[in-house]
């Protein structure tokens, strides 16, 4: 079992969910049991020792490994969610889409000033979205930030805006 593997169960959609985005649809790679726990294994041995007291996944894909990982590292797991979800108070981050805006949230008291946090996601895209969770996670006063995605679309560069974290990993790279 290896990377390979699991980047030959992640199925390509051409033309979705618009003409000329190529979707990476990592159910395929969910429900395969081998990939599913490599996925989880793979990334505990890449942050085991790093110190990881939070593990904060994004809305909605951020919300299956992102959990699972964090039972293994012994950290907890905080949710980065659309708006209007979290019942206490939050702080939002808005940022700009190909067209239009969209907002994210967290609750104020999810993080403290020890919590050295590992935001996560399935997908580096533009980079947008977890440019806004870095620094939501930052302006919170986190001890330090990490960043981890199951794929990243490198052609777009969107690690690039992802500067101001401690570490930048995705597991597999198109
Ligand atoms: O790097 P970016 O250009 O910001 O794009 C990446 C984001 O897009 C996808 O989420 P989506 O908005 O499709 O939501 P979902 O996870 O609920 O499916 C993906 O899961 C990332 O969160
Ligand atoms: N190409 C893509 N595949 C899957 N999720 C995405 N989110 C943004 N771009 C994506």
Redesign the pocket.
Known sequence: MNIEYVKSVIRNVPDFPKPGIQFKDITTALKDPKALSFMIDHLYEYYKDKGITKVAG?????FIIGPALAARLGAGFVMIRKPGKLPADTIQKSYALEYGEDTIEMHKDAIGENDVVLVH??????????LAALELVQEVGAKSVLVNFLIELAFLD?TARLSSAEDVYAMIKY
């Not at 994004?58 to 951020?62: A, P, Q, V």
């Not at 996601?121 to 977890?130: C, E, K, P, S």
């Open positions: 994004i809305e909605s894909r951020g996601d399935d997908l580096l895209a533009t980079g947008g979205t977890a969107g």
